[in-house]
Every structure is written in structure tokens, then in C-alpha cells.
């Protein structure tokens, strides 16, 4: 599902954008550390298939592949209550496993804080194996989201990553990604996202958007083509208050194409102006396109290679 389902109210939403910006960070209270909420693993199995659903009221989510996992995934999530709430660690909320079909597996978790008296704090844990499909629906309605996705094996058909309050660290290189419309996103905070010689099936359309703060993308594309048609990858980044850097790695033959637009702000991109088209771009079978706009915040786009 590429739809955000977070149960956070509107008002707890408001009311962190308003300390953010009062220089008050404090605003949920203080919380200790309980425990862990039943740790999930699944064995390695028949499952070729894995759908990671995880809705994050406060906490942070960190993901990573295991290539010597001996395990299909494995599931921890440290729990902390407010100070003062009486929250019990018996009564937080658990991770969710259960067998779509004999194929598919899926991870779900939602801490279901629907107020503004947040109790529970959670940090999940995710490691999966490789040689495996993957699902994802990252949502963290306070707090961090870290991911390491750097497989061959591994194939993507689905990616959503979104952070409404907090920042959002991407590496992902090698994987087969199906999904055509991978999107990332934030509200208030910095997105650092890596892609590294990504294979894809088709043209794909990123969507990496932010109110509030900085966009920082590093791609590198230096795998052999083997194209019989022309492919066409798009990278929207977009962002109201803040800057957005890019460094490109591509290799030769590759067209690039970038539109920039800065409301108050300065842009820097190759060639001169606001745009830049490659001299190979029409005649290229693989192509990248940016569109990159920021209202307030500059925008710098650097060739390496």
C-alpha cells in the first residue's frame, strides 16, 4: 500500500511542527527503556515472497539484509514508556506474522497511538535473508528510518519509505527493483538516500518529497547495458524549505537530463541556467530525467565519474 495509514491525530501532528520550531524537542516527555516486545523469527521455508508492513506512531525502524541469515526475517522491537504513563510492557503492542499463502509471509505492526499522550516508544529491528521478494511499507510518525538494501538477490516490488517528523537514511544498490513508482518521503526532516547500479524492469518514476529539510541523493549507474529499447528513469525530488544536493556517477553512453527550479535560492548544475541536457540524451537508449524544485533552499547537481 503506497497510502500513509498513520493513526497519529492531525493535532499531535501540529503540535510537534510548532516545538520543532519553538526549539523545544522535549514535547512527548521522557522515556525509559522496558524491554523487548515479543521477538519475532521465521524460519527459512518455501516462503519466496516477504511483505513488511510497519506503522510507527514514535520509535525508529532499521533494516537490514542478511546474506548468512539462517532465518526467512527476524523481528525485535525495544520497547520504552513515557515517564510518568502507566504503560507496561506487557501492554505494548507486538509484531504481527502471518502466512498469506504458501508462498508469502508478512510482517505487520501498528503501535496504534491515535492521541497525543504517546506512551510507547518504539524501536524496531529488521533483519531479513536474501534471495528473497521483498514488500515495503515503512511509516515512522516520530523518529528515524534507516535501511540497508545492498543484495543482488533480493527483488523489490513494492517501496514506500515516509517519515512525518524525523529523518530518513537510505542505501540501496545492487536489487531488482519492480516497483515503478518507488517513493520516499518526509515532512520534517533530511533525507539521505544512496542507489547504487540499481537494476530495473522498466522505466520508474522516483518521488522523493519533503516540507521541511534537506534532499541528499547519490547515484551511481555504472553497470553494462544490455538495452534492445529505450528505458527512461525519473527522479522528482521536491522539497518547500531546504536544499537539495545530488552527485551522479553515470557512466558513458547514459543520457542525463535536469530541470531545476528554485523559488529563493541559488542553482548550480552542469552546463549553465536552470537546466542541462546531455549532448547523447535523445540518442541514448538509457536515459535519466530529474526534475528538482525547492521553494526556499538552494540546488547543486555535481557529475563525478
Not at 501532528?13 to 526549539?23: A, D, E, P
Not at 525485535?76 to 506474522?97: C, F, H, M, Q
Not at 526532516?189 to 534532499?215: A, E, F, H, P, R
Request: proline share 3%.
Amino acid at each position: 500500500m503506497k497510502t500513509s495509514n498513520m493513526r497519529i491525530s492531525l493535532s499531535l501532528i501540529f503540535l510537534m511542527i510548532i516545538y520543532t520550531f519553538s526549539g523545544c524537542t522535549d514535547i512527548l516527555g521522557t522515556f525509559e527503556p522496558a524491554g523487548e516486545k515479543d521477538p519475532v523469527t521465521i524460519p527459512k521455508s518455501t516462503y519466496s515472497t516477504l511483505i513488511l508492513d510497519i506503522d510507527l506512531g514514535v520509535g525508529s525502524i532499521t533494516f537490514d539484509v542478511i546474506p548468512t541469515a539462517t532465518y526467512l526475517v527476524d523481528v525485535v522491537n525495544a520497547v520504552s514508556i513515557r515517564e510518568g504513563s502507566d504503560g507496561t510492557l506487557d501492554e505494548a503492542k507486538a509484531v504481527i506474522s502471518s502466512e498469506i499463502n504458501t508462498d508469502t509471509m508478512k510482517i505487520s505492526f501498528d503501535s496504534g497511538d491515535d492521541n497525543i499522550q504517546v506512551d510507547y516508544k518504539y524501536d524496531s529491528t529488521i533483519k531479513v535473508a536474501n534471495n528473497i521478494s521483498l514488500q515495503i511499507n515503512f511509516l515512522a510518525a516520530t523518529g528515524e528510518i534507516f535501511a540497508d538494501l545492498t543484495d543482488k538477490s533480493v527483488t523489490v516490488s513494492s517501496f514506500y519509505v515516509e517519515a512525518t517528523t524525523g529523518t530518513i537514511t537510505l542505501s540501496l544498490g545492487e536489487f531488482l527493483m519492480f516497483d515503478s513508482s518507488p517513493t520516499v518521503k518526509t515532512t520534517t526532516g533530511n533525507q539521505d538516500v544512496t542507489v547504487t547500479n540499481l537494476k530495473y524492469v522498466s522505466t520508474t518514476t522516483w518521488s522523493i518529497t519533503g516540507m521541511t529539510g534537506g534532499i541528499n541523493l547519490d547515484l551511481t549507474d555504472n553497470l553494462p547495458q544490455n538495452l534492445t529499447g529505450s528505458t527512461t528513469h525519473l527522479f522528482n525530488l521536491d522539497c518547500t524549505t531546504g536544499s537539495i544536493d545530488v552527485i551522479s556517477d553515470l557512466s558513458l553512453g547514459i543520457g542525463l537530463q535536469i530541470t531545476a527550479s528554485v523559488t529563493t535560492g541559488t542553482i548550480d548544475v552542469p552546463g549553465s541556467g536552470d537546466s542541462y541536457t546531455s549532448p547523447n540524451f535523445a540518442s541514448s537508449l538509457l536515459k535519466y530525467d530529474f526534475t528538482i524544485i525547492t521553494t526556499t533552499g538552494g540546488i547543486t547537481f555535481t557529475e563525478e565519474g
